[in-house]
């Protein structure tokens, strides 16, 4: 009878339906147990991992104090053994620098007022950080020239003046390389040449190095491949810096026009861009999201790697990418990305409005990503951002987008699935107008992975340009990031999900703490980011290398 065969099919689909839920609910259950369980073990492994961080926090006091030297977390791993005798190759050293004839202390303390009022010992730093920013150890000695003269120095590792001193005086080594050209002074000093005009890298390595040059009395000039190589004259300079321009006939007739003239050329790249075995997808996400293929990007590569090996050193912004330059055979020097007095200046005016307009409701996390090109960098912060925005609902994640294109494909991170209404898109702006989008902010987050070269060689421009509007950074411990950042003073670092949760947690939920952290970030970015710093940089790179 078809009503009891209806009824019978609905208490079949009802039984059915029973079963399933009994099993979906035991389902449940054993999954609660278990994330009960994997809770109670994180939360012991977080207890035992903070009082590791304390204990190795305490040592790495503890050595700095004895050996007035920063001691890098890999010490604490190598073993005491080890770590003796790694201070000990250092403090002779730092003893070899000091015992040298061409060392002069007071005229380094001099000539470096920075290094004065930080109370380092000027030995130790220009062992650990001044011959890699090109400073010399006194007037009589030349880290440029010295590296210029002798190769296979650049390539050792051994700091310039120890070498010397160890080894150079009694192998006869030059301090100098030989002239090219009788002496005359040259029309320039140093000469910018851009491989990208019309791009934001353009205005950290050539507008803003070039106007930094000539703010410190230095004759300095500013061009695009295109117009070193329709003007020769402009390049007859004592150096000429070719940036992040890949190998070409122009190039090549660039840098032989330079070399006419005697100058020191000079190849700097913002990018780990010089390996082409790096052009793979596991290294550089943004191969696939942006349609290219690994022999396209590795080809490209292998001819940005030619125009570095033409050159007579290598300069870039971090001193992870100088010292992979540095393996072909370049002497290397460190230029960091910073900001311009227009910068300051509209980013204080940025904080002023912020200030004024008061007290806000809104709590925003902004990534300030420009290209679709770091899918894989935020997927390290994919989860504990979604959590914190979901446990709050006047939290907003800042992400940008060029018209219709966002910076982030969203579908590759589920778990902002739900948090549409919560996700605030806005317009890219360039530079001048970047201020004003980071002063928006109330947490920035830097994310990046940890170990990816690539990754390793990005410099530490996100943690400063937010400095400058009193906003506190929140970023992943890559070398520039440590080298930046003191963890819990002018910023956090964050290494996994759980330390971005727990990094988030604490800035959003204390006001008074953003202020304090970001006051500290602002103060720090000013002195080592700005145009005063920068034009000592580029002193000191032309002294060393003239």
């Not at 002798?150 to 590792?157: H, K, L, M």
Request: aromatic fraction near 8%; proline fraction near 5%.
């Amino acid at each position: 009878m078809p009503d009891d065969d209806d009824r019978a099919e609905r208490i079949y689909a009802r039984l059915a339906y029973e079963g399933v839920a009994r099993a979906l609910e035991e389902e449940r259950r054993a999954a609660d147990r278990q994330a009960a369980a994997l809770r109670a073990e994180l939360g012991t492994q977080r207890q035992e991992a903070e009082a590791a961080r304390r204990v190795a926090a305490e040592v790495t006091r503890l050595a700095r104090g004895l050996i007035g030297i920063r001691a890098p977390r890999r010490r604490l791993l190598l073993g005491l053994r080890a770590w003796r005798a790694e201070r000990g190759s250092l403090r002779r050293a730092i003893d070899t620098i000091g015992a040298s004839a061409l060392w002069d202390r007071d005229w380094y303390l001099r000539q470096y007022p920075d290094v004065a009022r930080s109370g380092q010992d000027p030995a130790s730093h220009y062992l650990r950080f001044g011959a890699a920013e090109g400073r010399d150890p006194g007037p009589a000695f030349s880290t440029g020239s010295y590296l210029l003269a002798n190769p296979d120095v650049a390539t050792s590792a051994v700091n310039p003046l120890v070498h010397y001193e160890m080894f150079g005086r009694a192998e006869g080594r030059m301090l100098h390389p030989p002239a090219c050209m009788p002496a005359a002074r040259l029309r320039r000093d140093i000469v910018f040449v851009s491989g990208e005009p019309g791009t934001a890298g353009h205005v950290y390595r050539i507008r803003r190095p070039a106007e930094a040059a000539a703010a410190v009395g230095l004759s300095s000039l500013a061009l695009s491949m295109a117009e070193a190589a329709s003007d020769m004259a402009a390049l007859d300079a004592d150096i000429v810096v070719i940036w992040r321009a890949e190998w070409s006939q122009r190039v090549a007739g660039v840098i032989a026009q330079a070399r006419g003239f005697c100058a020191r050329i000079v190849f700097d790249c913002d990018d780990l861009m010089v390996e082409p075995d790096l052009a793979r997808f596991e290294f550089i996400d943004g191969i696939r999201t942006q349609f290219l293929t690994e022999q396209v990007v590795s080809d490209f590569y292998g001819r940005v790697q030619q125009t570095l090996l033409a050159a007579d050193a290598c300069l870039s912004p971090t001193a992870f990418l100088t010292g992979r330059m540095q393996r072909f055979g370049k002497p290397g020097f460190v230029l960091p990305n910073g900001f311009d007095e227009t910068t300051r200046r509209v980013s204080q005016a940025a904080v002023a409005a912020r200030q004024a307009a008061g007290a806000r409701g809104v709590l925003r996390i902004g990534y300030a990503g420009g290209t679709r090109t770091h899918q894989k960098d935020f997927a390290v912060i994919a989860a504990p951002v979604a959590r914190v925005l979901r446990e709050a609902g006047n939290r907003r994640l800042v992400l940008f987008r060029r018209a219709e294109t966002p910076c982030l494909d969203l579908e590759e991170f589920p778990a902002l699935a739900g948090l549409e209404a919560q996700i605030e898109w806005r317009e890219m702006v360039g530079l001048e107008e970047l201020p004003w989008e980071l002063a928006r902010f109330d947490v920035n987050v830097a994310p990046l992975e940890v170990g990816n070269p690539y990754c390793e060689a990005k410099s530490e421009l996100k943690f400063f340009e937010a400095a400058l509007v009193g906003v506190p950074t929140i970023a992943s411990p890559t070398q520039p990031f440590r080298d930046a950042i003191r963890d819990g003073q002018n910023g956090y670092l964050a290494a996994n999900e759980a330390e971005w949760y727990d990094r988030l947690t604490i800035l959003l939920g204390d006001g008074p703490l953003r202020q304090l952290i970001a006051r500290a970030a602002r103060e720090d970015a000013e002195e080592k980011y700005g145009a005063a710093r920068r034009g000592e940089i580029v002193g000191t790179l032309v002294r060393s290398l003239s």
